[in-house]
């Protein structure tokens, strides 16, 4: 492995895939590195391990220690490694192993902390709380559904926007770990990942958003390269702002930062089946938010989706952390 050097102090926050492909880019370029992930979790095998021992959904987290694990390919394998029959199909060992941390540990994020030290992780992954939280939506025409496995099909079904999300129970406290890092960031990140049910249910953990917005910190919205099937079909990236500005109020982001690269051809014709389209970046609706606007090439070219690449990501990142460091004091 490379020997790192310690770089900015830089908080991800969010949730998914998305925030697992930007954490391999960025460890290349910083050993000061804390990644804070959403537990609403409710659906798949982390669904499965909630109800079944009454703890957080570890899914989110085991991508995130996959991302950042310092460990031979085999051991990669093995936590990503899903059973394929019996009762325990379709389950991830990682999230199995997690669970067994859990059940001797005193608490949730002292399990992602003890998986942590034997993965040899870079930085540090903390849930964003320990509460055990339930996402709520409610839609346009005024009806709601509880459970973050539930928002996808329910919103199909009414065919309208979702106008907002809460936890339950509302006042969930922050971890203090999470709270303090916000605090002694240099840059924080907010997505990329969905919307709705990765990076808000974040700003809704109690002190999260007001942390962000009082923080020294840099920070950036990395907007997602596609709108969301079942979430946010539709949505322009001042719109995906604006629902941030909702949630947690103004103040959380500083900049917003978009793909520029065109999306190849055959993969459009493949998501828009799935009604989703270039995300489309309206520039003067964005800076009329208060948010200044970065475009930049951010999609990767060496997977069969429209995803960002995670160094691509990063390196811009520190571009922008350069570019404004001499204007703000770290």
Do not use: W
């Amino acid at each position: 492995m490379m020997e790192l050097h310690k770089g900015p102090a830089i908080v991800a926050i969010g949730g998914g895939h998305g925030l697992s492909s930007i954490l391999r880019g960025l460890k290349l370029y910083t050993d000061d590195l804390t990644a804070i992930v959403t537990v609403a979790d409710d659906g798949g095998g982390s669904g499965m391990l909630r109800e079944d021992l009454s703890m957080p959904p570890p899914g989110d987290i085991r991508n995130c220690m996959e991302a950042l694990a310092d460990t031979e390919s085999i051991m990669q394998r093995l936590l990503s490694y899903r059973f394929g029959s019996g009762r325990l199909a379709g389950q991830a060992f990682g999230n199995l192993l997690l669970a067994a941390l859990n059940g001797i540990s005193g608490s949730f994020d002292e399990a992602v902390a003890r998986m942590s030290d034997v993965l040899a992780i870079t930085g540090r992954i903390l849930p964003v709380t320990n509460a055990n939280v339930v996402l709520e939506a409610t839609f346009e025409n005024g009806t709601s559904v509880q459970g973050e496995s539930r928002i996808f099909s329910f919103k199909k079904a009414q065919n309208c926007r979702i106008r907002e999300v809460r936890l339950l129970p509302e006042n969930s406290p922050a971890l203090p770990a999470a709270l303090e890092a916000i605090r002694q960031a240099d840059v924080v990140l907010l997505g990329p990942g969905s919307l709705y049910t990765s990076v808000v249910p974040n700003l809704l953990v109690d002190g999260i958003a007001d942390a962000i917005r009082n923080s020294r910190a840099l920070k950036i919205y990395v907007c997602n390269i596609m709108t969301q099937d079942g979430e946010t079909e539709g949505l322009s990236a001042s719109e995906h702002v604006a629902a941030l500005f909702r949630h947690g109020g103004e103040g959380i982001v500083d900049i917003c930062l978009c793909n520029d690269r065109a999306v190849p051809r055959r993969l459009l014709e493949r998501y828009s089946r799935e009604d989703a389209e270039p995300m489309r970046v309206d520039v003067e609706n964005l800076e009329r938010l208060g948010v200044q606007v970065v475009q930049r090439d951010l999609l990767d070219l060496e997977i069969d989706y429209a995803r960002h690449s995670g160094v691509k990501v990063a390196e811009t990142v520190l571009d922008l952390y350069r570019d404004c460091a001499e204007t703000r004091i770290f």
